[in-house]
C-alpha cells in the first residue's frame, strides 16, 4: 500500500478490499437471508403465545413449559437413544472398513469409496422403500423363508430395530469417510515402534490408533448423531407409528396441529442440543489441516 | 512388509467384512427393481407373475411426466447457481488468508449440519412471511441452503492443493484478472467445479425433507414416493423408484466417460507439449 494515509483509514476499508473478503461475500449473503433470517424467526416464533401465526404478540415462556408438562420431551428420549445406539454401532461396523480402506486395500480403496458413496446419491426414501420391501409380511425376506424353510417371519417391519437398522443403513457413509480420514492421519511408524516396544495388539490400538484417529472419530460421530437426531424419513416408512422421534413432533406441529409457536419451541431444543455438539466439535479440531491435509 | 498368520487373517476378516456390508448397501435397490417387474397389485414374494406393464404405464403417465419435470428443473438450477456461488465461496474458505476466515468456514459448513426438516419448516415459515407463495422456484432456494455449503465444502478439498504461484505469476507477465481467472484458476480448478456440480445435482435430484415443505402445490419425484409408500403400496413406487435409479446410474457413467475422455486428452496434450 502506498504511503500511511491508506492505512490511517482504518482496517476497515482494506480489509473489505481483501480478496478472500470479496469472495466470501455472495455465500455469506446468501446464508444470511436464507439461512440466519429463518432461523432467527423461529427463535421469535418460539416465544410466541401457542397458536399464534404473527411475531408482534407480547412474548411469552409458555411453549418451553408445556414441552415438560406436554411430555414432548418422550420424542426427544427416543431421539436421543436412537442417536446413542446408531453411532455405537456405526462405530463397530465402520470402524474395520474405514482402517481396511486406509491401510490394507491400497488401489482397491477407491472402489470401496465409489460403491459407498452412490447409494448417497439415490434418494433416501427409495432406499428405505426397498428395505419396506424385504422386510415386509409375505415381503423378499418372509417369503425366502416360507419357501425354503416353511417359516414365517413376518413381525420385523415397523419395529424399533428396524428403524435403527435403517438409521445405519442411511447414516453409514457419514461415519465411514471420516473414519478413513482419522486412521489415515496414523502414521505406521508408530505403530511399529510400539509393537517392537512390546505393546500387545489392544495396547497399540487403544494407546496409539484410537487417540490418533481421534479427529476422524469425532467428526464421523458427532455428524451421524445430528443426523439421526434430525432425521424423519426412516422412524416413518421403517417404523409406522411404533415411535415418534423429535423431527415427526415438530413437522405434525407446524403441519396438522398448527401450532407453530409449539414446533418453533421443539425446533429451538433439537437446534440448540446440535448446536452445542456442533461448537464443541469445532472449537476442538482444525478444518484446514483435515481437508486440506496441510 | 512381511506379513505374520494373524495379520494374514485379520485382513482377510476385513475383506469379508466390507463386501458383506457393501452387499447389504446395494439390496434395496435389487429388491426394488424385482419389485417393479412383479405383476400383482400388492407385492408378495415370490413373484408369481412377471411384467412391464408398470413401466409403460408409468411412462405414459401425465402426472409422472410433470413429477420428472419439477425434479429436473430444480435440480438444473440447483446445480447452476450452487456451483456460481459455491466457486467464490471455496476460494474464500481455502484460497485467499483474511482475516474471520476461520469463522467463515464454521458458519458456512453449519447449515450441513442442520435436520434438513427443520431447516425445511423454518424456511416455510419464512416464505410466508416475506409473502412469497411457494413453488419448485421456493424448492431451488431450499435445496441451495443446504447444497451450496455442500459444493463449498468439495471445491475446497481442490482448492486446498492449487497452487497460488500459478495466478502471481500469469499476473506478473501481464494477463488481466478477467484472463487469469479463465486461463489459470478454472481450468485448474475444474475438476473441483465438475464434482461439485455432480453432487449438487444428484443431492438436488434425490431431496425429499426439504422438498416436502418448500414446493407447494408442485411435487418432486421423491415426495410422491414418499405420499405413495405412507399412503399404501402401489406398482408405481417400485416402477418410478427404479426409473429414477437408471437415471442416477446413467447420469454418474455419463459423467465417468466424459471425465476419462477429458483426462485422456488433457494428458496428450501434456505429452505434446512436452516433445516440442
Known amino acids: ?294 | 512388509m512381511e506379513l505374520s498368520a494373524s495379520q494374514r487373517l485379520t485382513r482377510t476378516i476385513i475383506v469379508i467384512w466390507t463386501c458383506v456390508v457393501i452387499f447389504f448397501l446395494y439390496v434395496p435397490m435389487a429388491a426394488i427393481i424385482l419389485a417393479s417387474f412383479s405383476k400383482q397389485r400388492y407385492f408378495r414374494f415370490p413373484i408369481s407373475t412377471w411384467t412391464t406393464e408398470w413401466y409403460t404405464k408409468t411412462l405414459e403417465s401425465l402426472s409422472v411426466r410433470d413429477l420428472l419435470w419439477t425434479s429436473l428443473s430444480v435440480a438444473l438450477l440447483v446445480t447452476l447457481f450452487s456451483v456460481l456461488l459455491a466457486f467464490f465461496g471455496a476460494l474464500a474458505f481455502a484460497r485467499y488468508e483474511w482475516k474471520g476466515r476461520k469463522l467463515y468456514q464454521r458458519l458456512v459448513l453449519l447449515p450441513i449440519f442442520f435436520p434438513q426438516a427443520v431447516l425445511g419448516l423454518a424456511l416455510l415459515l419464512w416464505f410466508s412471511a416475506i409473502g412469497v407463495t411457494t413453488s419448485w422456484q421456493t424448492a431451488v432456494f431450499a435445496h441451495m441452503i443446504w447444497i451450496v455449503p455442500i459444493v463449498v465444502l468439495i471445491m475446497s478439498i481442490q482448492v486446498y492443493s492449487f497452487d497460488p504461484a500459478l495466478e502471481e505469476a500469469a499476473f506478473d507477465l501481464g494477463a488481466s484478472r478477467w484472463q487469469v481467472l479463465r486461463e489459470i484458476t478454472l481450468p485448474i480448478l475444474s475438476p473441483g467445479i465438475i464434482s461439485g456440480g455432480i453432487f449438487a445435482f444428484l443431492l438436488s435430484w434425490g431431496n425429499f425433507p426439504l422438498s416436502l415443505f418448500s414446493t407447494g402445490a408442485d411435487q418432486t419425484v421423491p415426495e410422491w414416493l414418499y405420499a405413495k409408500m405412507v399412503s399404501g403400496y402401489t406398482p408405481q413406487v417400485p416402477t418410478l423408484g427404479s426409473l429414477t435409479m437408471s437415471g442416477a446410474t446413467v447420469f454418474l457413467i455419463v459423467v465417468y466417460i466424459a471425465w476419462l475422455a477429458l483426462t485422456a486428452r488433457s494428458r496428450r496434450m501434456r505429452g505434446r507439449a512436452a516433445a516440442e
Request: net charge neutral; proline share 5%.
Open chain 1, 1 to 294: 500500500m502506498a504511503g500511511g494515509k491508506a492505512e490511517r483509514h482504518g482496517d476497515h476499508v482494506s480489509w473489505f478490499r481483501q480478496p478472500g473478503v470479496l469472495a466470501a461475500l455472495p455465500v455469506s449473503l446468501f446464508l444470511l437471508v436464507g439461512f440466519a433470517g429463518p432461523l432467527l424467526m423461529v427463535i421469535g416464533y418460539s416465544f410466541m403465545p401457542p397458536r399464534t401465526f404473527s411475531l408482534d404478540q407480547a412474548p411469552t415462556l409458555a411453549n418451553y413449559v408445556s414441552v415438560v408438562t406436554d411430555s414432548y420431551y418422550l420424542s426427544f428420549v427416543w431421539s436421543l437413544w436412537l442417536a446413542v445406539v446408531t453411532v455405537v454401532l456405526l462405530f463397530l461396523i465402520c470402524y474395520p472398513i474405514a482402517y481396511g480402506m486406509a491401510k490394507l486395500f491400497g488401489r482397491w480403496a477407491n472402489l470401496v469409496t465409489a460403491a459407498v458413496a452412490i447409494p448417497i446419491l439415490i434418494s433416501e426414501n427409495i432406499r428405505l422403500f426397498g428395505w419396506v420391501l424385504i422386510l415386509l409380511k409375505n415381503g423378499i425376506f418372509d417369503g425366502t423363508m416360507q419357501t425354503l424353510f416353511g417359516v414365517s417371519v413376518s413381525g420385523l417391519l415397523y419395529t424399533v430395530p428396524a428403524i435403527i437398522f435403517g438409521l445405519v443403513y442411511v447414516y453409514l457413509p457419514f461415519m465411514l469417510f471420516p473414519l478413513v480420514i482419522g486412521i489415515t492421519m496414523i502414521p505406521d511408524a508408530l505403530k511399529e515402534a510400539a509393537s517392537d516396544l512390546g505393546a500387545s495388539r489392544w495396547q497399540i490400538f487403544r494407546e496409539v490408533e484410537l487417540p490418533l484417529a481421534m479427529p476422524g472419530i469425532m467428526i464421523g460421530g458427532i455428524l451421524t448423531f445430528i443426523l439421526v437426531l434430525g432425521s424423519l424419513a426412516e422412524s416413518k416408512i421403517l417404523g409406522g407409528q411404533v415411535i415418534v422421534m423429535i423431527s415427526d413432533d415438530i413437522e405434525s406441529a407446524f403441519t396438522f396441529a398448527q401450532n407453530w409457536p409449539k414446533g418453533s419451541v421443539l425446533s429451538v431444543l433439537l437446534l440448540a442440543l446440535s448446536g452445542l455438539i456442533v461448537f464443541v466439535l469445532f472449537r476442538r479440531i482444525d478444518l484446514d489441516r483435515i481437508i486440506g491435509r496441510r
